[in-house]
């Protein structure tokens, strides 16, 4: 007997390409996870290292042209199987997206308590009125005020954050199962972004979703992601649980973001960001995609990719030659200290 929740969606070897006019972009190389019922997933990289191209192709929504590889599975259901139709019906109803400009999402030429029914009547036989109601009803949930009147607002008339709101209603108005969230605050000023990632939290807790949570920022999961994945160059680099990965990181990259933090206590506060950029996802580097910018980087390194290996007991899970080395120093984020700076 475990009681651990159930299993809703697993992505397993997927794999992305993009044929182009300059060569293949491999923006996806072997991601895999879990994800369990109300949990909330953090997917943690730079820009470009294919986060938001690994959900594009969960939710079914990659351009024309791409090349998917690997297995998804919703409740057991092989989704790169499954007919358009089912597809649709997945996604919307069991599988919601926030992106990062609500803009992109909301059309601008229809109300935004008619786009909120239609997200209701594109799954449910149900007379406009009630869906009307449970536009309103969701309104209220993500706390926009005097909801009855909003609905005949246009999303211009909306403020930034508002209009986030009105997306998170938008996602779970049909009660999904999955939320995944991309970037949803990237573009807010800080204290928005903390209102609406609260209000995100509360109203998963409200519709019983789980969330995967996109960000370049691995602040923005502390506190809130149960597990995280970190991403380099089109593949997880590491994965555990949050404070295993705030604390005990076992890849230089990880070290590296946790170091790019102003907040973070163990470097003093001091700000290390990691020197160079991500590599072309055209022409790879050979061995390690970080060698180029790794200050662990050795012959071996350069030669051969590091596979993703079991680092502790936990589910911990990093892909480095060298993370016992990492192990051994207190403070990780030091190995991308700046030449300026005191050795303390
Ligand atoms: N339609 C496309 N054709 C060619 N390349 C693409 C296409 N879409 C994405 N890419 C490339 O795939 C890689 C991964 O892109 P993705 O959008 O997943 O990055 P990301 O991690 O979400 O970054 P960001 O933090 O900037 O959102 C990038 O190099 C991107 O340029
Ligand atoms: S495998 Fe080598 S280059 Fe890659 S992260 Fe580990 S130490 Fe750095
Ligand atoms: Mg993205």
Known sequence: ?????????????LAVEFPTEDGVVKAVRGVSYALHEREVLGIVGESGSGKSVSSLAVMGLLPRGARVRGKISYRGDDVLKMSA???RDLRGRKIAMIFQDPMTALNPVHTVGDQLAEAVLAHDLVPRKQALARARE??????????EQRLRSYPHEFSGGMRQRAMIAMAVINNPDVIIADEPTT??????????????????DAVNAAIVLITHDLGVVAGIAHRVLVMYAGKPVEIGDTDTIFYRPRMPYTAGLLGSMPSLETSGGRLRPIKGAPPSLINLPSGCPFSPRCPLADTRCHGEEPALAEVDEGGHYAACHHWDQLAAVADPTALFRTESEPVT
């Open 1 to 13: 007997m475990t009681d651990l929740p159930a299993e809703i969606l697993r992505v397993k070897d």
């Open 85 to 87: 139709r089912k597809r």
């Open 138 to 147: 969701m309104l209220d949930l993500v706390g926009i005020p005097q909801a």
């Open 187 to 204: 573009a807010l000023d800080v204290t928005v972004q903390a209102q609406i990632l609260e209000k995100l939290l509360e109203v998963k």
